[in-house]
Every structure is written in structure tokens, then in C-alpha cells.
């Protein structure tokens, strides 16, 4: 059975469409992300689940139960804040008692619980001290320890790293998914970050205007996306359109773009003639190849570099390890046909 | 002029004005306090030539100050009470709710400010006599006294409801957390120091009020400001008022010593938060 069930919700504010007839399921022990541009509406859907929102239409069940129009302090959830939330006056240990105090939970079990989630994120040394004499990292740990406490059936964390540095966002990062793992905790999490989506996540949700555009392992997502904006989005794949000019049972079909014939290996639809082509940056091979393009800038990252190039007007990104080429010279390269994937094109 | 000179000029500045102000008017306030009625202190002599505690125990003994001070002191603690009570409601919903006009009503909201006192007391009382309010005189005060001062608690009050975070209050509730447990834990942290600032100046202008008090009290009701009134207005004993004016003001100084120290200590739930 589901851990979470989402069907056909929808919520407006003032007209606004947030969300739109949008329908999911989580699975028990599933890391879920919902991925998407400010504003597609996953913080609002997150709102929803935790029961700060009500929907304009549509259910949500936990664990079978229907709890659409139930309160957030009766809701079996546990949230993690994008500002940790931790309350000021009261100190680490405090505020990890807070919520077994509302549930009337014993003193005994308390001490329990407690300490054992003290001890999984190394906080036995802070129980004393107030969330301000604490660093980020620690505070992000402590607002993830007062949501394990509770044990709640699902966790949900609504952009739990934006306010960290970008050492501290990878080791939190590891820390929340060895703790989902180890407590196989249902957890809902939400992201405008493609990376943190895909390393964490067993399975994501691509959000844009209010309505799911996918919803894939992040394998799959990446290396299969279906729509402009998705391989756009999660690694800024490379886009162009052209027209099928020859589909054989057999072998990689053709397709004519500006850039010259491109050969997938993926289906294009019966009857379809235009289609949207994408590939990655990183799968182009340097070298001998029937493509060619004119470096016109080039980014040096360390493990790699960035070149953009144009051929024919057309821009495209090409991400190498040699560190050798510089603007202005010409290179040619190839590609397979299992890197080039066919597009829908967006409604 | 380099920093420092300006610096040093810039503190004896402060000094020359706080003594005008502050030290000289005070003093002056101490020592006819002290002149002794035996030998009239006169405008040739620099000091009085007799001093003594004749006033403070004449005043002690022979005049209403000690019913006026039980009357201020129990007065300034109720007004500034319902007081806060009153600002309370009003104070949320500007400083919680958003809503079109809310800058227009918190504006409105300090307009009685701008009225002259005097002139708000004759209306308001008015106002009570009209509402048949003015037969229980100590309670009639003490209401017009938390309405007079509502402007300043609703000010101070919004501030201190625009401070509370609102992802505390969220957090309390998904924790599970009750109305009464999510106001101690979210709403009272940061109210705290609102509401004691409230409390101490509603205080303080009670204590210090001479329109309302005058109109609608008198006679029943003697406040320190009337009884004041009187030892100047009426019969003009310069060392009387004096050693009224010092009771009235020294309390008030610490109250105000006070009231900066809360107004300045650390409020935690601000300083919380990012690292």
C-alpha cells in the first residue's frame, strides 16, 4: 500500500492555478523529490501534505487514511525547515522534547527516543546549549532530530540546505539520506537544486507550472527526459529540432537539424515528422566525428571544462576533460545514437 | 577638525544640555523642596538659608498626597493592564494579518496622539457622562487612561506581532502543539519585551496624566498630578510642589532606566535563526 496518496488535487489562490488536477503516489521507505523552478508549485504541494494548506479539490491519504482536511498538529508528519525553526529560548534538548511533550508522550520514552536520535547525529555534547551558540550544519541537524523524535510516518523537508555553505550541503546531505535509510523513513523532499534531487532521491518528481511533467529514478531522468524543460532543467542538456527524413526498422533513425544529420537510436512516433532532439554536454566525443563547432567561450571547472560553441547560428555546450582547446578553434565531434534522445514537444 | 576633537566637542554638547535641562531644573526642584518656612529663600541668596524636612512631613502629614499616591499607584497598574488588554486583539491582527489598508489603520491608529490632551480629556469625558460611566470615577479614569494610551500599546504591540516568526508558529503546530502551547512557545518568546514596554509606559503616562484625572476624578478622586495642580494652580507653595514634583518624577526616572534596559536586552527570537 502507499504511503501517501495524492489524487486529483488541484489549489488556487486568487486565480492563481498552483497546482492542477495532480495526482501521486508515494511508496513506503521511498525518498521522493519534488523538483522545479520557483513558483512551480512544490513548496505549496509540500503544504499541502503537511496540512498548512487545504486543496481546492482532490484527497490525500497517509498511510490509507484520509486526511485532506485534517490539521497539521494531528497530521502524522514530521517537517523540516528551510530556516530550521528551532525556537530560541529553548535549548537543544528542549526543543527535541517539544513535540513528544504536545503527544503526551512518557518522561521514560522520551529519554529514549531522545537519545538515540542525539546519538545518530553526534548532538549528546549540544543538549545544553540554545540553537544560536549552534552553527548551521548543527541547527539543520537539530530541526532534523526534533522531526525524527516524533517518528512520524512521513518526513518532509522543504529546501533543507539552501541556507548552508557548499561543504557543509554535502555532508548534510549524506546525513539525511544515511538517516532515511536507516529508519527506511517515507520522505518527501523539496528542491529547486537538480543536484541534491539526484543524488538523494529514489525516485523524482519534475514540477512546472503546477503539474507534473515527470516522474523517474533519477537514472532514468536523466539519461531519458522527456520533455524540453525536463533536459533542460536537470543537467542543461542541449536542444534542437529537426525533421525525420529516415525511419528504417532497423538501425538509428535520422534526423535532419541545422546542425546537420543526427542518428538516434531512440522511437520516434508514427506520423511524427518534427521532433525536439536533446544531448548531453558531456557525451559528445572530441575528435573525429560528422559534427563540428567553433568555440566561442570556454569555462575551465577544474575536473572539466565548459565550451560553448556555434555552428550555423545554433549554440550548443560541450563539457570535456581536455583543458588544451581554446576559443576560436574548430572541433569536430560525434555522437551515439543512444545518447540522442527524442523529445515530446511541450503542449 | 580631526575625530576627536569632534568627538569631545560633541560630548560636552550633550553635558551642557543635559545640565540645563536635566541637573539644573532638578536641583532647583531639591532644594525648594528643602527651604524651611521659617526664613523664605529669596532671589538674593544663592542658596536656602534654612534647610530642613519640614515640607516632606508637613505634605506627609497634613495634605491627601497619601491618598493621592495610593490612588496613582493603584490606578497606573490597572490602566496600563486593560491597557495592553485592549491593544492586544487590535495589535495582532495589524502586526499578523495582511490585509489591503493596513498601513492606513496602523497610521490611524497613532492619530490621537497629535490631539492635544486637554482637549481629548473634556470629550472623552464628556463622553463617559454621556455613556453614564462616570458614576464609578476611579474605574471611569482608569478606562479613559488605557484608551488614551491605547496608541502607544497598539504601536509598541504591532511591532513586537511583526517579530513573531511565523515558521516557529509552523513548526509548533506540526509538532503537534496546541493554541495555548503554540503562543507560549511562538507568540509569548517574542511578545515578552512588547509587552512589558507597554505595560511600564501606560504606567508612566498614567502616573504623570493631569487632564482626565483632574476632569473627570475631581473632587473624589486626588492624583499626584492634581494634587500638584493644586499646590501650584490654587495656592502656589513653591517648596510643596517641589517635594511633589520629586515623587512624581524620581519613580518615573527608574521606571524609564528600566523600561531602556528591557527595550535593549537581547531578544533571543531575533537574533536566532541562519548561521
Known sequence: MAAIGIRGLSKSFDGFQALSEFSLEVNQGEFLTLLGPSGCGKTTLLKIISGFLEPSTGTITIGGEDVTHVPPERRDTALCFQSYALFPHLTVLQNLEFGLKQKRVSRDQREVRISEVAAKLELETQLEKLPNQLSGGQQQRVSLGRALVMRPSVILFDEPLSNLDAKLRDQVRVEISRIQRDYSLTAIYVTHDQSEALAMSDRIVVLNGGKIVQVDTPEDLYSKPRTPFVADFIGGANLISGRVSSQTEKGPIIIETSMGPIKTSHLVKDNVDNVELSWRPERAKIGEGPHCGTIVHRAFQGQFTDLILEQNDIIFRIRTNNDKLRVGEVINFSLSPDDVVVLEVDK | MTYERLNS???????????????????????????????????????????????????????????????????????????????????????????????????????????????????????????????????????????????????????????????????????????????????????????????????????????????????????????????????????????????????????????????????????????
Not at chain 2, 478606562?143 to 513586537?160: D, E, G, N, Q
Request: proline share 7%.
Open chain 2, 9 to 275: 566637542l560633541l560630548i560636552t554638547m550633550v553635558v551642557t544640555v543635559a545640565f540645563i535641562w536635566l541637573a539644573i531644573p532638578f536641583t532647583m526642584a531639591v532644594l525648594w523642596s528643602l527651604v524651611d518656612p521659617a526664613e523664605p529663600w529669596t532671589a538674593d541668596k544663592l542658596l536656602p538659608p534654612v534647610m530642613s524636612f519640614y515640607r516632606w512631613v508637613d505634605m506627609w502629614e497634613n495634605s491627601s498626597l497619601r491618598y493621592a499616591l495610593i490612588s496613582s499607584y493603584t490606578l497606573a497598574p490597572s490602566a496600563a493592564l486593560l491597557g495592553l488588554c485592549l491593544a492586544l486583539p487590535t495589535a495582532f491582527a495589524l502586526g499578523r494579518f495582511d490585509f489591503p489598508g493596513r498601513e492606513f489603520a496602523k497610521l490611524l491608529c497613532l492619530l490621537p496622539l497629535v490631539v492635544p490632551p486637554f482637549i481629548t480629556a473634556i470629550f472623552f469625558s464628556a463622553l463617559l457622562f454621556q455613556l453614564g460611566l462616570n458614576t464609578w470615577r476611579f474605574g471611569a479614569i482608569v478606562f479613559a487612561h488605557s484608551i488614551l494610551f491605547l496608541p502607544y500599546a497598539i504601536r509598541i504591540l504591532t511591532v513586537s506581532f511583526e517579530t513573531v516568526r511565523q515558521d516557529h508558529i509552523d513548526a509548533a503546530r506540526d509538532l503537534g502543539a496546541s493554541a495555548w502551547a503554540r503562543f507560549r512557545v511562538a507568540y509569548l518568546p517574542a511578545l515578552k519585551p512588547g509587552i512589558s514596554a507597554t505595560l511600564l509606559i501606560v504606567f508612566i503616562q498614567s502616573i504623570e496624566e493631569f487632564a482626565i484625572a483632574f476632569i473627570i476624578g475631581s473632587p473624589d478622586i486626588v492624583t499626584i498630578p492634581t494634587l500638584l495642580y493644586s499646590a501650584l494652580g490654587q495656592d502656589f507653595v513653591r517648596p510643596n510642589a517641589a517635594v511633589l514634583s520629586l515623587i512624581l518624577v524620581v519613580p518615573n526616572v527608574f521606571l524609564m532606566l528600566i523600561l531602556e534596559r528591557l527595550m535593549r536586552s537581547a531578544n533571543p527570537t531575533l537574533s536566532s535563526g541562519k548561521g
